[in-house]
């Protein structure tokens, strides 16, 4: 079993930076790939990026790819999201997801949720 714990989340203007953390318990942390996904009022989960267990490959949306960095930290079972340059439009709760084997954009794939963060970009 695994928990996850996001942290970080908050009030910021529009092209402003915040840094989510996600601290991971149980499970040996570096075997697992894990990703981060958002979730905003009325609509459905989407992804935003993900990080590969083994290379550490990543993967962004089109809609980050540029402004936001995802990065882990195998010995303190932590993995993060730097976020530059948001915008209005990444308002959402934010979570942080984890699975064994490759690295997925797809929220079905993933066995252990955080309970998120709300990252709110004011305009």
């Known amino acids: 079993q695994v928990q996850l714990v996001e942290s970080g989340g908050g009030l910021v203007q529009a092209g402003g930076s915040l840094r989510l953390s996600c601290a991971a318990s149980g499970r040996t942390f570096s075997r697992l790939s894990s990703g981060w996904f958002r979730q905003a009022p009325g609509k459905e989960r989407e992804f935003v990026a993900f990080?590969?267990?083994?290379?550490?490959?990543?993967y962004y949306a089109d809609s980050v790819k540029g402004r936001f960095t995802i990065s882990r930290d195998n010995a303190k079972n932590t993995v993060y999201l730097q976020m530059n340059s948001l915008k209005p439009e990444d308002t959402a709760v934010y979570y942080c997801?984890?699975?064994?084997?490759?690295?997925?954009?797809?929220?079905?794939?993933?066995?252990?949720w955080g309970r998120g963060t709300q990252v709110t970009v004011s305009s």
């Open positions: 990080i590969s267990s083994n290379l550490g490959t990543t």
């Open positions: 997801a984890a699975k064994a084997g490759w690295a997925s954009g797809s929220t079905r794939d993933y066995d252990y």
